[in-house]
């Protein structure tokens, strides 16, 4: 099991790392060293190393009793449910999560991306260099476990930048600067790499910044919201061999909002559970329900947001989770600009998506997940 997972929701986000300061955050965590340290972002530039519930309820119910009943007479008008508040919209994903059915394996596919501006004579304009990453793990050790990574596909963040790059000639490379290091992007997804698959692996599962978990201990952890909030951000980070590291801690509402996402997006708690981390969220003093918004894929989502000011001088920027109201999976996150503080950069604008981690799919199944093409 890699132990970087846990250290992650632990701290602020720092800008994208360069490929030597994420070699050396992996190496340092897989010599198991617990100084506490600046959370580090995984990226794929490292070495090939959430009306109630009752009313959602009836609302399915009724929908069973008008689609799935033949002796039930037809009126030829059906009756609309009743619309949701942005809350009741959490509140019936949250019931939908306790629905989600389990497996032999955890599998989850994700996508990263970080704002950056182009440079050089053909620059001038945002875009996205964005990561994908795949993973399963066995439910039962011996079961097998594996990572995968590649860079995906870079582009122009919105329509105006898209359209300044065609004017620049549509180059399919640009040159960023972030973290101090100066690297290339491609508008072309590279390979799948493996990052030490483990055919004997498996049994383990990391909650981000809490601690390493049998499967079984994941079923016997609490349901209710505010024992969930103990158990992210009180006592110390649980290590392999019994050992501890890091205290757990939540600094406010974006870094509970931001932990339960971690935990909703890389590990396989139960359904009672992952409703329960919902219900934490969605009614947590400084967590803002959205309602319904689109999502970065392009996909219908309800979501939460938690405003912060940043430790590295970037402003106030705004974090929001999105969730699939009708499965309740979490969907994944982003970061967008509210107000530029002091060491921002002219794009940084009020309203800019600064980054986002998103899920593309994540469950269980009875048999070894495949790679997605």
């Not at 909650?207 to 158990?231: C, H, N, W």
Request: aromatic share 8%; charged share 25%.
């Amino acid at each position: 099991m890699n132990e970087l997972h846990l250290v992650r929701g632990v701290y602020d986000d720092p800008p994208p790392p360069s490929k030597e300061v994420a070699a050396a955050a992996r190496d340092r965590m897989l010599s198991q060293d617990d100084t506490a340290r600046p959370r580090p972002r995984r990226t794929w530039r490292m070495p090939i190393g959430l009306v109630a519930a009752a009313t959602a309820a009836a609302v399915v119910a009724g929908m069973a009793l008008t689609t799935d009943d033949p002796a039930r007479p037809r009126t030829g008008v059906e009756a609309a449910p009743p619309a949701l508040s942005p809350r009741g919209m959490m509140l019936a994903a949250a019931s939908q999560a306790e629905l989600q059915p389990q497996g032999r394996y955890w599998y989850t596919h994700q996508r990263t991306a970080y704002a950056a501006l182009a440079l050089g004579r053909t620059g001038g304009y945002v875009v996205e260099e964005r990561d994908e990453y795949f993973s399963w793990t066995g439910r039962t050790r011996g079961d097998g476990e594996s990572f995968y990574g590649r860079t995906f596909a870079g582009k122009p963040q919105t329509r105006a930048d898209a359209d300044a790059w065609r004017a620049a000639g549509s180059p399919s490379s640009w040159t960023v600067r972030s973290s101090g290091v100066t690297r290339t992007l491609r508008t072309k997804s590279g390979a799948w790499e493996v990052d030490d698959p483990s055919e004997n692996g498996g049994g383990t599962f990391a909650i981000a910044g809490v601690g390493l978990f049998s499967y079984q201990e994941l079923q016997e952890l609490p349901t209710d919201p505010e024992e969930l909030r103990k158990l992210l951000c009180e006592g110390s980070v649980r290590l392999a061999s019994g050992r501890t590291g890091a205290p757990r801690h939540c600094d406010g509402p974006k870094d509970v909002l931001d932990r339960v996402f971690y935990v909703l997006m890389d590990t396989p708690v139960p359904p009672k559970v992952r409703a329960g981390l919902m219900r934490l969220i969605t009614d947590y003093p400084g967590v803002r329900q959205l309602g319904t918004v689109t999502d970065p894929l392009g996909r219908t989502a309800v979501a939460l947001a938690a405003p912060f000011k940043s430790a590295d001088g970037r402003g106030t920027i705004q974090n929001e989770v999105f969730f699939d109201q009708r499965t309740g999976k979490v969907l994944g996150n982003r970061d967008v600009q509210l107000k530029p503080g002091p060491d921002s950069e002219k794009w940084q604008v009020p309203g800019r998506m600064l980054d986002y981690w998103m899920v593309v799919d994540s469950g269980w199944d009875d048999a070894r997940p495949d790679l997605p093409d």
